[in-house]
C-alpha cells in the first residue's frame, strides 16, 4: 500500500474529523497533507495505521517512547498502579522514587519538581529563574524548539528575510499575535559561534534572568552545541549572575545523565520529559536545592506557586520508574550501537544515489540534510527549495518502505529494535535515497511543507 492513494480508512477518518477539530487536528507535528496516517495499534518497534499497515517507528512519538510499544515491564507497573488508582489529590510514594532516580542521574540535580510535558517543564524553570534573580529577561538559540510557551517559542522558525545578523540575530514571532513585549523580553543567540553569544550575554546580562539551551537541539539541525560554546556561555553567565538551564527533554535519551553526562556541564536547572514518563504525558524542572527553594510551599506562600492536576500523577510516575530502570548501561550502549549504524547506513544510501546530505546525531537520535554545506547550527540546517523538496520525497519513500520518521528527517529509535530492523531501515533509506535524488530542481518554489505538516 501507498500514501496516499492506498490510505482509504486513514482518509475518511480525516473527513470526520474536521467536522469537529480545526484542520481535523490536535497536532500540528503530525499533519500531513492530503491527510494524516491513523495508528490502530503499536507492538515493539512498529506500529499499524487503519488500513492495516504496518511500519518501523523511527520517530517514537516525537523521541518520548524509548522501549517502543507495549513494553511489558511498563505495562505491568500501569496495570499495577491502575487498580490501586489514577489519581489522587495526595502525593504518593512513587513521585519520590522517580525523582530520586533522576537526582542519582544528575548530578548537578539536588531537587525534582513533576509537571505534564516538556513545555510546562520549561516554562516552570523560566519562572523559577525569574523568580530566584529578579530578572525578565530570557536568552535562547535561534531555532531551537523548547515548547510552545510564547517566550520559549520566540525565533523558532525565523526565515531568512527576518532572521537578522548572524552574529545578533532578531528575535522574531512564532505564532501570529504574538505581542511585540514577548520579542523584547528574548535575546536570540546564535549556535555555536562562542564569542558572539558571551558578548550578547554580557550586554543583557543585568537583564537576563535566565539563559535557555538545548546541547543537541533537534530544530536547529539536531548538532551538538561545541564544548568550547557550552563553557563560553556557561562563564558568561556565571560573570553576569544570570542562571543557565539545560532543556534535555529529548537529550536526556542520549546517556544515564542525558547529554550533560556526555559532554559536561553544570546548569543551574535542568528541564526533563518523554522518556521520564513511559510513555505517559510528564515534564520535570530539577536543578539546585538553592534555586528550587523558590518553589517551596513549607514556609508559606512561596515566590513561585506551583500546582496541577495531573502533575506527579501515579501512572506516569510507576510507568516512569519502569521506563528507567530499563535504561541501564547495556541498554545505552545497544541504542549507541544501532544509532551509529542507522546513520552509517543512510550516509552511505546519499553516496550511493550521487546525492548531497548530511547525517548529524549522536546516540539514539540521528537527522538527515540534504546539503553540501557543513550544518553547524540552525541557518545552515534550513531547508529551502530542492533541499526541501529532496527531504520531502525521502521522507515519503522512507514512509511507503515500511518506516515511519519525522517529516524534518529526524529519527530516534527504541530499546525494542534489533540489528535486523536496523538492515531493514537501512534498506528503506536507499530506496528513498534513490526518490530524493530524482529531485532536480523546485520550479514551483515550494518546501517540504507544502506536502507535509511544518514541524
Known sequence: MTYPEGAIRSAALHARAKAVMPGGNSRTTVFMRPFPIYASHGAGCRVWDVDGVARIDCINNFTSLIHGYACPEINAAVARQLERGTAFGLPTETEIELAEILCERLPVVEQVRFCNSGTEAVMTALKAARAYTGRPKIAKVEGAYHGSY???????????????????????????????????????????????????????????AAV??????????????????????????????????????????????????????????????????????????????????????????????HGGTFSANPVTMAAGVASMRLLDAPAFDALDRRGEAVRAGVREALAAAGVEGAVVGAGSLLRVHFTAADVTDYRSAY???????????????????????????????STA???????????????????????EGDPAGQGASAALGDL
Not at 525565523?158 to 512564532?174: D, I
Not at 556557561?234 to 535519551?253: N, P, Q, S, W
Open 150 to 208: 510564547d517566550y520559549a517559542e520566540v525565533s523558532l522558525d525565523s526565515r531568512p528575510g527576518t532572521w537578522g545578523e548572524a552574529t545578533a540575530p532578531r528575535s522574531t514571532p512564532y505564532a501570529h499575535g504574538t505581542p511585540p513585549s514577548v520579542l523584547d523580553e528574548v535575546v536570540t543567540l546564535p549556535a555555536n559561534d562562542p564569542e558572539a553569544a558571551a558578548e550578547l550575554i554580557r550586554r543583557h546580562g543585568p537583564e537576563l
Open 212 to 305: 535557555l539551551l538545548d546541547p543537541m537541539p533537534n530544530r536547529a539541525g539536531l548538532v551538538p552545541l561545541a564544548p568550547a560554546y557550552l563553557a563560553a556561555v556557561r562563564a558568561a553567565t556565571r560573570e553576569a549572575g544570570v542562571l543557565l538551564i539545560y532543556d534535555e527533554v529529548i537529550t536526556f535519551r542520549l546517556s544515564p545523565g542525558g547529554a550533560q553526562g556526555l559532554w559536561g556541564g553544570d546548569p543551574d536547572l535542568t528541564t526533563l520529559g518523554k522518556i521520564i514518563g513511559g510513555g505517559f504525558p510528564v515534564g520535570a524542572v530539577g536543578g539546585r536545592a538553592e534555586v528550587m527553594r523558590v518553589f517551596d510551599p513549607s514556609g508559606g506562600r512561596p515566590p513561585v506557586p
Open 383 to 413: 531547508a529551502e527549495g530542492v533541499s526541501a523538496r529532496r527531504l520531502a520525497a525521502f521522507y515519503l519513500g522512507l514512509l511507503n518502505r515500511g518506516v515511519l520518521a519525522a517529516p524534518t528527517g529526524l529519527m530516534a529509535l
Open 417 to 439: 529494535m534489533t540489528d535486523d530492523d536496523v538492515a531493514e531501515i537501512v534498506a528503506a533509506a536507499r530506496g528513498a535515497a534513490q526518490d530524493a535524488a530524482k529531485i
